[in-house]
């Protein structure tokens, strides 16, 4: 693959969201919440799919894999109690849990992170993010790329993940191209990123690459954030230099993940409005950049970048977006309003639907400004 020099997201580019009206989703209403699983947090979800990136349907139903944790009486600790839950989501979506989905102590580190997941043939290819070191005294934030097989098989009419293989390492980083992620101790938001990988085949070469969140190396700026990249050669992965970065702009660039559409590559990640460097104002959303190969250069969508925002009435309401191959758009439920404040659900977030068309894209229903009534 040819490489164009890695593309920025500039402030300029950031400070366009202020100037169109906002493309805020629909309120998420008390009525529309999941029944939830008792006693657990979820969060970062994603479906198994085909090698082309399509929702694998087994039995019948989608296999989702989503972060899970406790419920304690702060959610921020869900971070250092994150496992890896499978879930089964269908027609009428419905989700029914199915356990955890990695056996205890297969996973390397003490918490397992975002990922992605891939059937081929009958074996599930897991990418995953271990977060920190098994048996650490306590957790770090030390991020590793993983890989892991299992074998599916259909139980009482129920998808079931067996025979699971011993993790494999991946890619690291290097110092030189990706800042290391191994702080010992930080706070939400500011830690540096080596973690969510992203896997993609592109139809247009073959090759098979892994996206992930990323942190430049050799930055002046605390915001560094990249989407990195890494290209399968000969069975071995080896690193690339990123598709993007928004050094000077934004800490995170998270869940990084890629689509195909009418010969056009979409480049979509989600962000918190609190990793805006200072003077930056943005909202916590979906954002995205298209370009014509994977080798770019990329453009930003809608002009800024920003493809959803939550509503201005809820502005916590949902985050970590992901956008599928037949324009669905899942998420989790956050924070939502309240008499008494801001509570955290962690429970999936309805579905959105986006609609794609050049350098455009928007989600079905997206409101303005007020963040009330759909756009119609």
Sequence with gaps: MTRAETTAWT??????????????????LETDLPPSLPGLWLWDSWPLQDRDGRVVRIAGIELWFALSAPCTPDPLDRHGLARIRL??????GGWRDLGDAMPDGLSPGSREWSGSATLIGDVVHLWFTAAGRRHEPSPTFEQRLFSVTAQ????????????WTKPVPL???DGVIYHP?????????????FRDPAAFHDPATGADHLLFTASLAGSASAFNGAIGLATRHDGRWQL????????????????????????RYYLFWSTQGSVFAA??????????????SLAGPWRPLNGSGLVLANPVAAPAQAYSWLVLPDRRVASFIDHLPGADGDRFIGAPAPMLRLEI??????????????????AG
Excluded: C, F
Aim: hydrophobic fraction near 55%; charged fraction near 15%.
């Design 181 to 193: 992620a191994a702080q010992a101790t930080g706070a939400v938001g500011t830690i540096k990123a």
């Design 240 to 263: 690339q230099p990123p598709l993007l970065h928004a050094d000077g702009v934004n800490n995170e660039l998270e869940r990084p993940h890629l689509l195909v559409v009418d010969g």
């Design 279 to 292: 003077g930056l104002a943005a909202p916590t959303g979906l954002y995205g950049m298209v370009a014509d």
């Design 11 to 28: 402030a300029a580019h950031v400070a366009r969201i202020a100037a169109a009206p906002l493309p805020a989703a629909p309120l998420i």
């Design 87 to 92: 879930l089964a989501h269908d027609e009428d």
């Design 152 to 163: 599916i098989v259909v139980d009482a009419g129920a998808p079931r993940l067996i025979a």
């Design 357 to 374: 068309a050049g350098d455009a894209a928007w989600v079905e229903g997206a409101a303005d400004a007020a963040g009330v009534e759909g």
């Design 171 to 173: 890619v690291a980083s």
